[in-house]
């Protein structure tokens, strides 16, 4: 049975474009694969804490002698990484903000990038450790960065996306992309039949 992680990250409970996006492909991705298995993950309207001193330092205390409450203070970031280690399949609803992802997401980032679990040091430097992963990354932007339009350099979430992701040894990624929402509906649209041509197909492989 394959195992589906949905995680959105825009603050708006009602309208938000990305979260519309995350719904078809889990609608898409059950009619496809009967019997799956769905998580979901809102990091935007229920916002993860930012990593803090105490935090860190229960991070990088060795797990054996963590204190209970280095333990408490690492629950949801556990739960964060277990949801990850358990997935088939990674779903990502990414809205741009100020030309980057939203700072939810930035958040859930922070609690799943971790050491000695998400990804290791060797001795021929950093290797991740959640891989054998597919990982989809559904964007909504205000205008449009895509290749060749003059604000494609503009576009800081796509590349920093693929370099954490794959740090973590998510190297499979697929991004669709809804372009120009502030400009109508057309972007939407597209990105909707994107993701119901290709996700399917893409699962079932
Ligand atoms: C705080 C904020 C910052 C934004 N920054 C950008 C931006 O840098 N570039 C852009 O094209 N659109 C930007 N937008 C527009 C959003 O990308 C667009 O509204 C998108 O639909 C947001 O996704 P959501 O509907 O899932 O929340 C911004 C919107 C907000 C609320």
Known sequence: MKTILAVTSSPKSEGSVSNTLVEHFVQAWKDATPGAEVSHRNVGVNPLPHLDEATIGAIYTPEDVRSDAQRGLLAESDAV?????????????????????????????????????????????????????????????????????????????TPYLKTVLGFLGLTDISFIHAEGVAQGQDGIDAAVLEIAASAPADMAA
Do not use: C
């Open 81 to 157: 990484v277990e949801e990850l280690e358990a997935a088939d399949v990674i779903v990502i609803g990414a809205p741009m903000h100020n030309f980057s992802i939203s700072s939810a997401l930035k958040t859930w980032i922070d609690h799943a990038a971790r050491v000695g679990r998400t990804f290791h040091y060797t001795a021929e430097g950093p290797e991740g450790q959640l891989k054998g992963k597919k990982v989809f990354v559904l964007t909504a932007r205000g205008g449009n960065y895509g290749e060749g339009s003059p604000a494609h350099a503009m576009d800081h979430q």
